[in-house]
């Protein structure tokens, strides 16, 4: 039995593919299975691949979106581990798969964040370690998605972060999240890509507001799944205020036809101020709450006043 399932969702990606199932194929370890899950496209479309690569092909009648297919690839996979690379992207290196398993001989370990390289325009890399919003360069323990049903979000957008938010609220030392400096994933410049093109507007419309949601969502699973313990409602509430922060931030620094929170902010941010009030009122203890992300004590009163400026 195979221990890694390799899933790529694809959706037109024909000029693209093969290079990233070349990276896989040179792997050096040899217990995984490679799982093209095609997101709406023509069934029997990219059968051709098979007389080139070994891989499994599954086909969505509709076109759901990256997370939608991702989804699909967990729900009709078996094997311990879990793996997800796009569709046109690559492994950088042929022990890229062996990096992000070696952790997993602890059994204590339940998901592994190695580091990837993001390529530019002009072809440099920048290095990303400690990411804890894509699905670059991680490795799942497929027991631990499933013990806390950890799912993706049907979103276009950021679907990601509310994969792995979901993750770190679950993880404890049992089930622990191995951060890793290997290098194991190059996310590849496109001119062509959703994420890049048009001046990147994607990035400052569509990406942000995908990341408020999955937030949203992700906390939203984890309040309403289990007893939370002062750790999870102390994440959870540094969480939302940090990407209230962010938000002011990023909407003070963006000019306004590049960024759109005016349409939609009023609605998600009066989601966070909610989720807070369901975790800081009902659950208040003094003690919980020691320094956020952005160097401050959360005291009542500054609560109230940051429940005030969502308002």
């Known amino acids: 039995m195979k221990k ?12 693209t593919i093969k290079f990233t199932l070349s990276s896989i ?13 095609v997101d709406g496209e023509e069934q029997g479309s990219y059968e051709y691949l098979k007389e080139q690569f070994d891989i499994e092909i599954m086909y969505m009648s509709k076109n759901g979106g990256p997370g939608v297919a991702r989804q699909y690839g967990l729900d ?4 311990p581990l879990i793996s997800f690379i796009d569709a046109d992207d690559t492994y950088i290196s042929s022990i890229s798969l062996y990096q992000q398993q070696l952790a997993f001989k602890q059994k204590t370990i339940a998901m592994v964040s190695t580091s990837f390289a993001e390529e530019y325009k002009d072809h440099t890399l920048k290095i990303k370690e400690k990411d804890m919003i894509w699905m670059h360069g991680k490795m799942y323990r497929r027991a631990f998605i499933d013990k806390y049903d950890i799912r993706f979000n049907e979103t276009r957008a950021n679907e990601d972060v509310g994969f792995n938010t979901q993750c770190q609220c679950y ?22 890509s959703i994420v890049r093109s048009n001046n990147q507007s994607y990035i400052y419309n569509e990406s942000i507001k995908g ?19 002062d750790d999870i409602k102390y994440l959870i509430i540094t969480g939302l205020m940090a990407l209230y ?27 966070l101020y909610l989720l807070v009030d369901k975790v800081y009122i009902q659950h208040y203890e003094s003690n919980i709450l020691k320094q956020t992300e952005l160097n401050t004590v959360i005291k009542y009163d500054e609560y109230i006043k940051w429940k005030k ?3």
């Open 4 to 15: 890694i399932d390799v899933i790529i969702p694809i959706y037109k990606a024909h000029d």
């Open 76 to 79: 009709n996979t078996q094997v």
């Open 171 to 192: 993880a404890n030392k049992q089930e622990d999240i191995r951060l890793s400096r290997n290098i194991t994933y190059l996310w590849q410049w496109r001119d062509d």
């Open 25 to 37: 194929g040179m792997q050096r370890v040899v217990d995984y299975q490679t799982y093209l899950i």
């Open 245 to 271: 922060e962010k938000h002011l931030v990023v909407k003070k620094q963006l000019p306004k036809k590049l960024y759109l929170m005016n349409k939609w902010s009023k609605k998600y941010y009066k989601e």
């Open 309 to 311: 400026a969502l308002a």
């Open 211 to 229: 990341y408020v949601i999955n937030k949203i969502y992700a906390f939203t699973r984890v309040l309403d799944q289990r007893d939370i313990n």
